[in-house]
C-alpha cells in the first residue's frame, strides 16, 4: 500500500519557468511533510517541510503548499535553475506516532536551458 | 560540520557471501536511521536507533539481516548470506532525534550482489 503518491515520474521545464511537483497521500495520521532532494549517487538532501497546522511554506525560490482535505502537497520552485535538475521525493510522518518517515517514489525534473 | 559518513561507496559481492556497511552520523545526532532504496523507488525504513538502543526495526529482515550501535554513534548494517534481491542502496540518515527534526542522509552505499 503507497501511503504517499508521486504520479508523475518525470517533469521538463523551461528555465526561467515555474516547476510544480506534486505529491498525495493517503494516511490521515501524517502530520508533516518534507521534500527531499537527490542528485546522482548522492543522498538525499532536505529541501523543506510543512507541519499539518499551516497550508504554505516557503523558503527562498521554493514553496509548499498543503491542501489537507485534498491529502495532497505540491512543491514550487520559481524561477527553475539549472541546478534544480535532480530527482524530488515527497516525505511523510506521524509526530505524535512512530515519526517514521514515508517516501514517495520520486520525480525526475529536468531544467532545460 | 562533517556531513553523515558512509562506506564503503560501492560493493560487489557474490550472493550467499556476507557483506557490511558503516555509518557515522553527524556529531550530536542521538537518531540514527538505516533505509534501503531500490532502483526508482523511494528510501524505505529498515531501522532507527535512539542512541544504542532499535527503536523500530520491523521492517527489518531479521533472517538475514542485523545491526549494531554499540557506544551509540556509528553503526553497522550487516547481511549474511546476501541474495540477488538485495542489490540496492543503502543509505544512513540521523537527526537530533526530536520529533520535529529533519533527518541528514548519507551519501549511501551501492551493492550489488552477483
Known amino acids: 500500500d503507497q501511503q504517499v503518491k508521486q504520479n508523475s515520474p518525470s517533469l521538463s521545464v523551461q528555465e526561467g519557468r515555474i516547476s510544480i511537483l506534486n505529491c498525495d497521500y493517503t494516511n490521515s495520521m501524517f502530520d508533516y511533510f518534507l521534500w527531499y532532494k537527490k542528485y546522482p549517487a548522492e543522498g538525499p538532501t532536505f529541501l523543506i517541510s510543512?507541519?499539518?497546522?499551516?497550508d504554505k511554506n516557503e523558503d527562498g525560490r521554493f514553496t509548499v503548499f498543503l491542501n489537507k482535505s485534498a491529502k495532497h502537497l505540491s512543491l514550487h520552485i520559481v524561477p527553475s535553475q539549472p541546478g534544480d535538475s535532480a530527482v524530488y521525493f515527497c516525505?511523510?510522518?506521524?509526530?505524535?506516532?512512530?515519526?517514521?518517515?514515508?517516501f514517495g517514489t520520486g520525480t525526475r525534473l529536468t531544467i532545460i536551458p | 560540520e562533517a556531513g553523515v559518513v558512509q562506506s564503503p561507496r560501492y560493493k560487489i559481492i557474490e550472493k550467499k557471501q556476507p557483506v557490511a556497511f558503516w555509518c557515522n552520523p553527524i556529531s550530536g545526532h542521538n537518531t540514527l536511521y538505516w533505509y534501503l532504496q531500490n532502483l526508482g523507488q523511494g528510501p524505505e525504513l529498515l531501522i532507527r536507533?535512539?542512541?544504542?538502543?532499535?527503536?523500530?526495526d520491523s521492517q527489518l529482515p531479521k533472517d538475514r539481516f542485523s545491526a549494531e550501535r554499540l557506544k551509540g554513534v556509528d553503526s553497522t548494517l550487516k547481511i549474511q548470506p546476501a541474495e540477488l534481491g538485495d542489490s540496492a542502496v543503502y543509505l544512513c540518515?540521523?537527526?537530533?532525534?526530536?520529533?520535529?527534526?529533519?533527518?541528514?542522509f548519507g551519501p549511501g552505499t551501492r551493492l550489488t550482489v552477483l
Open positions: 536507533y535512539e542512541n544504542e538502543e532499535a527503536v523500530d
Open positions: 510543512i507541519s499539518s497546522i499551516k
Open positions: 516525505a511523510a510522518g506521524d509526530r505524535r506516532g512512530n515519526e517514521k518517515l514515508t
Open positions: 540518515a540521523s537527526s537530533t532525534g526530536r520529533a520535529s527534526d529533519t533527518q541528514y
